[in-house]
């Protein structure tokens, strides 16, 4: 390539800067050697933009959030007047509305869910380049129905914003769809009860407790759900499930209280089961109680409904860090469960609540108001609460009793019982829960007969002052 005559780079350089601060409009020439070995003695003007349009960054809440087409971001900064495009991976975004310091835009559409890149410009200049989550699937505004199933009711749900499906546990079927609900696989063969379900966000993988009552082995299913892309995929034989067996819940479970020698079978009239527990169903990830780290696996008892007995009116909380696991993990063996796991939790809680009929249903971790949430089948005794929604506070500070236990305190529900102080929320049953991202929650419930069994998923602010906190 032919090299510019000595002088020519400059002018062009020049020409250029005088060009950008024209643009501006406010610039101000100052003289400045250029670099001897690029030219000689000139002088170039270098614009000072005393007004430049600012965005800010999109926060976290923006960037983590899954728009779809049609739906609006917000942009803020300051002197936007100067804005004049903003596209989304090439595309124009609308101008919805624009004020000073915030500027509402429309998400354009696009053929498949991804991060998008967000341009801003002022004229020709580029100002602001930010990443947006752009899905074309609206999950999160549209009830989803799906069924018939062969199967009892719904149990659980997962829902993976990244990846973009959601999870289901139908008690012995597990199903994975897309956001919109149109089912990508499902697993049958499962002889067992799946109970509630959990996204661990950094695998995936999708954690479901899984009872084999006639083992005496209680289990964390773990579902490679993004490996899942047929129907009917064998429990066994598709290698989709591993399990880790909790030795803690056996260990309450097979505990002998009235001492007779003898414990007793699985009946919920029995004075045996230490705290009434029956297995275990809630599970979520969050925060450890003990030391606030994330992604540790909270796993919540069954627990039988026995009016005549009063160990058992706790919920129990088993955390684990799961960091280990895979040294547990064993392909999933129905006719004999691998017994591998740990040999006790990281932390063991139980939380005052009043007996309640099999425990928690559902447990979740809220991150944007930093409370652990229980749905539980409500109490039958006389003298407690009727409520079906109990809260924790992650950062609560558990108190240990004189026998070594530690207990968790409720955090404040919408009403309160005053002789045993028990408080939380009185919903509508929920058949399966998740907290998005952004705070908004899922609730599954239930129709259908079983046999033809259909699980339907809905979008909810989450109402702390009301009663019914889910509409
Ligand atoms: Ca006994
Ligand atoms: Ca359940
Ligand atoms: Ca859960």
């Known amino acids: 390539m032919k090299q510019p005559a000595p002088g020519t780079r400059s002018r062009q350089v020049r020409a250029m800067a005088i060009a950008a601060a024209l643009m501006i409009g406010c610039a101000i020439a100052i003289p400045v050697v250029a670099n001897a070995g690029i030219a000689e003695g000139l002088t170039v003007a270098v614009p000072v933009q005393t007004q430049r349009p600012h965005v800010a960054a999109l926060s976290s809440w923006q960037r983590a959030h899954w728009y779809s087409p049609g739906s609006t971001f917000t942009l803020r900064g300051s002197t936007l007047k100067k804005i004049t495009k903003v596209t989304v991976s090439g595309k124009p975004a609308g101008f919805v509305s624009r004020s000073g310091s915030a500027i509402r835009m429309r998400v ?23 990443k947006l989550h752009v899905s074309d699937y609206r999950v999160v505004t549209d009830p989803i129905t799906i069924g018939p199933f062969p199967t009892t009711h719904v149990q659980g749900l997962a829902v993976d ?30 002889d067992a009860h799946l ?26 299913g773990i579902f490679d759900g993004p490996a899942l892309t047929t129907m009917n995929a064998d429990a066994e034989d598709s290698g989709l499930i591993d399990t880790v067996t909790l030795e803690e819940v056996a260990k309450d479970w097979d ?18 089961h230490r705290y009434g527990t029956a297995g275990v169903d809630g599970i979520a990830f969050g925060p450890s109680f003990a030391t606030g780290e994330a992604n540790t696996l909270t796993v919540a008892y069954g627990i039988y409904a026995n009016k005549l007995r009063n160990d058992n009116d706790n919920q129990v909380l088993l955390q684990y860090d799961i960091s280990d696991w ?20 990281e932390g063991k809680y139980f939380v005052r ?32 609460p009727h409520y079906g929604m109990f809260a924790v506070k992650a950062s609560s500070t558990p108190i240990v009793k004189d026998d070594g236990r530690e207990f968790l305190p409720l955090a404040k529900g919408a009403s309160t019982d005053a002789p045993t102080g028990v408080t939380g929320w009185s919903p509508r049953n929920p058949y399966g829960l998740f907290v998005l ?27 702390p002052r009301e009663n019914n906190p889910l509409r």
């Open 108 to 130: 354009p559409g696009f053929s498949a869910p991804a991060l998008r890149t967000v341009s801003v410009y002022a004229g020709t200049r580029l100002v602001f380049r930010g």
């Open 161 to 190: 914003e990244q990846r973009g499906f959601i999870y289901y546990s139908m008690t012995t079927m597990f199903v994975k769809t897309d956001l919109r609900g149109k089912v990508l696989g499902t697993i049958t063969g499962l």
């Open 195 to 220: 109970g509630d379900l959990t996204l661990n966000a950094e695998t995936g993988e999708v954690y479901g407790t899984l009872e084999y009552d006639a083992q005496r082995a209680w289990t964390v």
């Open 255 to 272: 505990f002998d209280v009235d001492g007779d020698g003898v414990v007793d079978g699985d009946f919920p009239d029995s004075v045996d």
């Open 326 to 345: 895979a040294q547990y993990r064993h392909p999933l063996n129905q006719r004999a469960i691998p017994r591998t796991g740990p040999s006790a939790p």
């Open 353 to 384: 609540t009043g007996n309640t009929n099999w425990g928690v249903q559902n447990l979740v971790y809220d991150q944007t108001r930093g409370i652990y949430m229980m749905s539980v089948y409500r109490s039958q005794k006389r003298d407690w």
């Open 437 to 463: 991202a952004d705070g908004t929650w899922l609730v599954n419930s239930d129709s259908g007969v079983t046999g033809k069994r259909y699980a339907t998923t809905r979008r909810f602010q989450f109402e």
